[in-house]
T-cell receptor, first 115, second 109 residues
Framework: DAMVIQNPRYQVTQFGKPVTLSCSQT?????MYWYQQKSSQAPKLLFH???????NEADTPDNFQSRRPNTSFCFLDIRSPGLGDAAMYLC??????????????FGPGTRLTVL | GQNIDQPTEMTATEGAIVQINCTYQ??????LFWYQQHAGEAPTFLSY??LDGLEEKGRFSSFLSRSKGYSYLLLKELQMKDSASYLC??????????WGAGTKLIIKP
């Protein structure tokens, strides 16, 4: 089945220790997104890629970076995690159509804990 | 600014019907989405409305009124597994999704 896969599902890191979260997709969608979601809050868009074009949201902290080496894979790097970065990180994909990006489909998420 | 409003929490009884409302104020409108999110899991797509009216999909229906900036999600024949958060999201003129904080639906036997 075509899907969005995120690894790991649960990640524990120490304060200040870099961590990388990964996302892969078999949907062949050209748009990929990274969201941060804290408990009982709306997902917050961090980055998105239209093909290889990287789009950084204005309020995304510099501590967060992203890479998309090819269509199928996307990575989220947190250079120096703080306690406030503990959250669920969601990867989503969509395709573009004549009217812009279509429905977003989400991976299962990675729950990040910062000790 | 852009804003999506939904009730924080609702409670309903198994077998009943519940309506979850969403009002929005956004820079342009290019469609409204409803997602279901179980605790600790990712959102899953439920419905999409871009024209006024009702879209029905099994036990779930979604309604849109663009002139009123209003949508609702109607869930019929509620089951315990419907206990989840329901997120409303609007695609603005830049085709970015503006998300609501979600409505936590609690189903009681």
């Amino acid at each position: 089945d075509a899907m969005v896969i995120q690894n790991p599902r649960y990640q524990v890191t120490q304060f200040g220790k870099p961590v990388t979260l990964s996302c892969s997709q078999t949907l062949n969608h050209n748009v990929m997104y990274w969201y941060q979601q804290k408990s009982s809050q709306a997902p917050k868009l961090l980055f998105h890629y239209y093909d290889k074009d990287f789009n950084n949201e204005a309020d995304t902290p510099d501590n967060f970076q992203s890479r998309r080496p090819n269509t199928s894979f996307c990575f989220l790097d947190i250079r120096s995690p703080g306690l406030g970065d503990a959250a669920m990180y969601l990867c989503a994909t969509s395709r573009t159509s004549g009217s812009g990006a279509d429905t977003q489909y989400f991976g299962p998420g990675t729950r990040l804990t910062v000790l | 600014g852009q804003n999506i409003d939904q009730p924080t929490e609702m409670t309903a009884t198994e077998g009943a019907i519940v309506q979850i409302n969403c009002t929005y104020q956004t820079s342009g409108f290019n469609g409204l989405f409803w997602y279901q999110q179980h605790a600790g899991e990712a959102p899953t797509f439920l419905s999409y409305n871009v024209l006024d009216g009702l879209e029905e999909k099994g036990r779930f229906s979604s309604f849109l009124s663009r002139s009123k900036g209003y949508s609702y999600l109607l869930l019929k024949e509620l089951q315990m597994k419907d206990s989840a958060s329901y997120l409303c999201a609007v695609r603005d003129s830049n085709y970015q999704l503006i998300w609501g904080a979600g409505t936590k639906l609690i189903i009681k036997p």
